[in-house]
């Protein structure tokens, strides 16, 4: 079965410093990626996916990840960050084929210092 | 599309009583998930179905829970009878074939009281 860590369950972080929100996961082949983001009080929404091809992935809010086969890692990065990226994120990791389950890691809350 | 619907969005209900959340799938899709998400225990999938069909059910706690997809537009999440440590944000989810990619609904924060 797979599983995903996120070692991470809190970072703080200044507004306009770089960002890095770390993911591992645990599955016999490359499954498909996923980062979601969570705000107060709200459904999770998807940032980035991978499936196959460039391992860098861009999504929406000007995150990025970038997909270590060697690694099992799914990091996720931003340049610079806002007080609006104040919120929990999720990593998650589904099996290659069609009708599987997508599962999650533990969350990583973040904080942004003005 | 409206996005996956999830009613109610409260819910505070005495122990012992039955509990009723539902969902109404994004349309098109054919996956549908419900997660438990709680301070302790972060995100729990309780049980998935395709094409109306629960597929895995392994995530449920106990017999007092119970999920139904008549259709595949409306699935319900019952809890029968309702305990405090039940208390928790029940999040739906639907995917179609193509797409691993799952959207959420806004969820139901339940309090057991």
């Known amino acids: 079965a797979q599983s995903v860590t996120q070692p991470d369950i809190h970072i703080t972080v200044s507004e306009g410093a770089s960002l890095e929100l770390r993911c591992n996961y645990s599955?016999?082949?490359?499954?498909?990626l996923f980062w979601y983001v969570q705000s107060p009080g709200q459904g999770l929404q998807l940032l980035l996916k991978?499936?196959?091809?460039?391992?860098l992935v861009q999504g929406i809010k000007g995150f990025e990840a970038e997909f270590k086969r060697s690694q099992s890692s799914f990091n996720l990065r931003k340049p610079s960050v806002h007080w609006s990226d104040a919120a929990e994120y999720f990593c998650?990791?589904?099996?290659?084929?069609?009708?599987?389950?997508?599962?999650f890691g533990g969350g990583t809350r973040l904080m942004v210092k003005p | 599309d409206a996005g996956v619907i999830q009613s109610p969005r409260h819910e505070v209900t005495e122990m012992g009583q039955e509990v009723t959340l539902r969902c109404k799938p994004i349309?098109?899709?054919?996956?549908l998930f419900w997660y438990r998400q709680t301070m302790m225990r972060g995100l729990e999938l309780l049980i998935y179905?395709?094409?109306?069909?629960?597929?895995?059910d392994s995530g449920m706690p106990e017999d007092r829970f119970s999920a139904k997809m008549p259709n595949a537009s409306f699935s319900t999440l019952k809890i029968q009878p309702s305990e405090p440590r039940d208390s928790a944000v029940y999040f739906c989810?639907?995917?179609?074939?193509?797409?691993?990619?799952?959207?959420f609904g806004q969820g139901t924060r339940l309090t057991v009281v």
């Open positions: 998650a990791v589904a099996p290659n084929n069609a009708g599987n389950m997508l599962t």
């Open positions: 989810a639907s995917r179609n074939r193509d797409s691993a990619e799952a959207f």
């Open positions: 179905f395709n094409n109306n069909v629960p597929i895995d």
């Open positions: 349309s098109g899709h054919n996956s």
């Open positions: 991978y499936f196959s091809g460039d391992t």
């Open positions: 599955y016999g082949a490359t499954p498909y």
